[in-house]
């Protein structure tokens, strides 16, 4: 069974900076993407960055210049570098992977981890 795995995320200040990083283990074939979204209270879930195995990122509009996402294609871990926050980062973050899982006959699916609150004070 593949699960996703969050670091704890935290409180800090406006200006600081955080890192994020979640494991993906189980019985896994291969990684095809895995990224970050968040969800702040009131609001839809949105696209935070994510990258393919293969190295190729997209980041969302709001985190671009201060965000930087990366993937240890050995570990199964992606990795999301958070610099430069401000309140509005503030809200749960959701590691995802797109991935095949050994033995699957109907392809690749999307996991998702329970998320993890990161809180920017002013």
């Known amino acids: 069974q593949v699960q996703l795995v969050e670091s704890r995320g935290g409180l800090v200040q406006a200006g600081g900076s955080l890192r994020l990083s979640c494991i993906a283990s189980?019985?896994?074939?291969?990684?095809?993407?895995m990224g970050w979204y968040r969800q702040a209270p009131g609001k839809q879930r949105e696209t935070v960055a994510y990258?393919?195995?293969?190295?190729?990122?997209n980041y969302g509009d709001s985190v671009k210049g201060r965000f930087s996402i990366s993937i240890d294609n050995a570990k199964n871990t992606v990795y999301l570098q958070m610099n430069s926050l401000k309140p509005e980062d503030t809200a749960v973050y959701y590691c995802?992977?797109?991935?095949?899982?050994?033995?699957?006959?109907?392809?690749?699916?999307?996991?998702w981890g329970q998320g993890t609150q990161v809180t920017v004070s002013s």
């Open positions: 995802h992977a797109d991935l095949l899982e050994v033995g699957s006959w109907s392809g690749a699916h999307d996991y």
């Open positions: 189980g019985s896994i074939a291969k990684v095809n993407v």
């Open positions: 990258i393919a195995s293969g190295g190729r990122t």
